[in-house]
């Protein structure tokens, strides 16, 4: 398979971790997908009791996405990465990437606000 083999469905480099998840947030994260559709797609939705899983197919557009929801939300945001595999060809190491944005509970963003009137 070359470079330019598109990659298959379920394919993915990273993880967005809703905790919870609303439908304001899941909306701004598939609007920004979309924007992106050429070289970016959703490979698979996972509905928890915790929030929501987003399989996504690339790992630094992953983190981006972290950011704007950061920079949008109230909440806090963690990047880590797992060891997936070793490329066979070059021996180098392939990580995958797990976003992880907490929305903060309403209760905590109304404090705050009051906090700094």
Known sequence: ?????????EYYEAIIQLRPATE???RFILNRVKERSKNVHISKLKELPTGVDIYISSQSYARSI???LKRSFQGDLKVTRTLHTQDRMSG???YRATVLFRLKPKEETEEIQEEDL
Do not use: V
Request: proline share 6%; net charge positive.
């Open 1 to 9: 398979m070359g470079h330019d083999t598109p990659k298959h469905a």
């Open 24 to 26: 304001e947030i899941l």
């Open 66 to 68: 972290g950011k704007k």
């Open 92 to 94: 180098k190491q392939l």
